[in-house]
């Protein structure tokens, strides 16, 4: 019953895109049957003469030959030379410039305390109690600096951003005129007068290191603290299919504002996916097909522009006066998916729980097997996977996922789903919907490159109305940030007694 | 009909006198009443105003004695034997009219149509 059902669809389908092919072809026409088509790439290029033997005569220049190099591949020769060798050399001089500052910064106040040791020691008073308890203040107040660096600077590097992080800077620049400038005091007052109060030069030193604390206290707040209040929501849709998500950041420059984007993106979307935006391709093709437009005109006689101008307006207002009929193929061909999808589905649901339950883990307490029973989980997967393998496999085919998942991947997952006691619902889980690009294997996202395209600087803040765009090879994504409005709220105090409630009644009474 | 706190009442009534029909042990009127002071006056379907808390006759059984007597659904009773119903709560109005010991109930009732009847004859015949 149902194959013959699917039968008649699939005839009905066919009867329906042949009458809909014979309609299309009778599209408006203005005249010359033998002249080429005008629509076409040569119209695009700007050719002026319109000789109708045009495509006997015309020797064509093409862009690259198999022993040349086009213009363009230089370029990208070029930029990719560029690319890798700035970036890598950037990465390097920023981890020099911050290794140098801080042995600067550790070994300064270790300087201060032994210099005047070496340089003058008989003049040198003698260290009091009071300046040896200085001492152990100096070694814990350095300790906690050298762990609070390590915290806050010295993690892995998540990211490249095009331009440098002007927070860092400025405190890189600050933290080093403030170790200069001390230096300078301390050989003008100190080195050259070679003053003999030891307990003033400690406490010198350790007033550098609480300094110096409480400059990294100010790098705490501006780089961690300052953008985790949220000041605006970012909107951010995927120019392919049309996905949006919104997230609430707080106050970042646009390059730091791209890449906690970015990060989102990894986690939220799901996976990009071409083949399905084949279908409206394909659609918007046979709109531009069913038209042709002729130039009744001789040749000479508009310019390029002009001709092009006249040509798209025809286009349209044939476009608008014929009856399209697409919308309902459209309507049809989408229940029809529908259909077929959910049948694959239930199919392939059913021969997932069976192939489950072919398997069971061995307790240890049962009587030991004989060894070839026993199986760890990547047999036990490959014991199962055929009875489901077609279904899959077909179900895969309809939702266009078939290139997201090898077969290597699958019998991974099956192993992994095994072993961790999962039930066949939750093994299906990662194919009926499309998860976050992450969760695919490797090719899909290792060596993806983001160019951020702005039109303010993209050091500048995020302010209200901000839009950019994050281009990768494939789609890009559309950024729009918006301010979250100042909220303004109020109180209203309600007395628990105040709750107090009365019956409606409306009786009637036979007398 | 809607009265105001401290001034008098003013409607124009019809005297109806029903005869109580005994059936078994009980003396029955035939018919149903609603509203009171300590009812809700907005559900009443046949008050003009809605905060008309005064006694109205909501159902007439047929060929009961309170039918005979032309008494009509709809009629808002003023008072029976004498005794104000305008300001009682239901069950004081339904204690009035079920009185054991008397057979004869004198209702003073009014609706609408009478005070309609009034205002017509006065417009057409003026007084000279």
Redesign the interface.
């Not at chain 2, 018919?31 to 609603?34: E, L, N, P, V």
């Given at each position: 019953y149902d194959i013959s059902a699917d039968k008649g669809e699939r005839s009905r389908d066919r009867h329906k895109s042949r009458s809909k092919d014979s309609r299309s072809e009778k599209s408006v026409t203005i005249n010359t049957p033998p002249a080429e088509p005008l629509l076409g790439d040569s119209s695009v290029r700007g050719e002026q003469v319109q000789d109708d033997n045009w495509g006997e005569t015309t020797t064509a220049v093409t862009g690259t030959s198999e022993h040349s190099l086009s213009q363009e591949d230089i370029v990208r020769i070029t930029k990719d030379l560029e690319d890798s060798v700035g970036l890598d050399c950037r990465r390097y001089v920023t981890r020099t410039i911050a290794v140098i500052l801080g042995l600067l910064v550790f070994l300064t106040p270790l300087a201060f305390l032994v210099l005047p040791h070496i340089l003058w020691p008989e003049k040198l008073q003698s260290c009091g109690t009071a300046c040896e308890g200085l001492y152990i203040s100096v070694a814990f107040k350095l300790l906690i600096l050298l762990l609070a660096v390590w915290a806050l600077f010295f993690r892995p590097a998540r990211a490249g951003l095009p331009r440098v992080f002007v927070f860092r800077v400025l405190l890189a620049v600050l933290v080093f005129l403030f170790v200069v400038s001390y230096w300078l005091f301390y050989s003008v007052r100190i080195l050259d007068s070679q003053d003999d109060n030891y307990q003033g030069i400690v406490q010198y030193a350790v007033s550098l290191v609480d300094a110096l604390l409480f400059i990294h206290y100010l790098a705490v707040v501006l780089l961690e603290l300052r953008q985790l209040q949220p000041c605006f929501s970012v909107c951010v849709t995927r120019s392919s299919d049309g996905e949006t998500r919104h997230y609430n950041l707080g106050q970042l420059s646009i390059q730091r504002a791209a890449l906690a984007i970015i990060e989102h993106y990894y986690c939220d979307f799901p996976i990009h996916n071409p083949a399905l935006l084949s279908a409206s391709k394909s659609r918007a093709a046979k709109h531009l097909a069913g038209l042709k437009v002729y130039n009744v005109d001789g040749p000479g006689n508009n310019a390029a522009a002009g001709m092009a101008q006249s040509q798209s307006r025809a286009m349209i207002a044939a476009a608008a006066r014929r009856r399209d009929t697409s919308h309902n193929e459209l309507y049809y061909e989408e229940a029809e998916h529908e259909r077929r999808v959910r049948k694959r589905r239930a199919r392939l649901v059913v021969a997932v729980e069976e192939a489950f339950t072919h398997i069971k883990r061995m307790q240890e307490e049962e009587p030991k097997k004989a060894p070839g029973d026993v199986m760890d989980p990547r047999e036990a997967a490959q014991a199962i996977f055929p009875s489901m393998a077609r279904a899959l496999q077909k179900y895969l085919r309809t939702t266009k996922q078939q290139h997201c998942h090898s077969m290597e991947s699958i019998q991974q997952h099956l192993a992994f789903c095994i072993t961790n006691n999962m039930t066949p619902k939750a093994f299906l889980e990662s194919y009926l919907t499309p998860g976050p690009t992450l969760q695919y294997g490797k090719d899909h996202w290792l060596g993806r490159r983001w160019t951020l395209i702005s039109e303010a600087s993209v050091t500048n803040g995020l302010k209200d109305g901000s839009v950019f765009v994050l281009k990768c090879v494939d789609f890009s994504l559309v950024v729009t940030a918006k301010k979250i409005p100042y909220i303004q709220m109020s109180e209203e105090y309600i007395d628990p007694k105040s709750h107090k409630f009365v019956l409606r009644l409306q009786s009637e009474t036979s007398v | 009909m809607s009265f105001v706190p401290g001034k008098p009442v003013t409607a124009v009534v019809q005297k109806i006198e029903i005869q109580k029909l005994r059936q078994g042990d009980n003396l029955?009127?035939g018919?149903?009443?609603?509203g009171g002071i300590?009812?809700?006056p907005?559900?009443?379907p046949f008050s003009e105003d809605k905060s008309d808390k005064g006694i109205y006759v909501?159902?007439i059984?047929p060929g009961g004695p309170a039918e005979v007597a032309d008494l009509r659904v709809g009629d808002k009773i003023m008072q029976v034997n004498g005794w104000d119903m305008t300001v009682v709560t239901?069950d004081q109005a339904?204690k009035k009219?079920?009185k054991k010991k008397e057979e004869v109930v004198r209702l003073l009732i009014t609706r609408k149509s009478l005070e309609e009847a009034v205002k017509h004859s006065k417009g057409c015949h003026p007084r000279q």
């Open positions: - | 029955i009127l018919f149903s009443i609603g300590d009812q809700d907005g559900q009443n909501t159902r059984t239901h339904r009219l079920t």
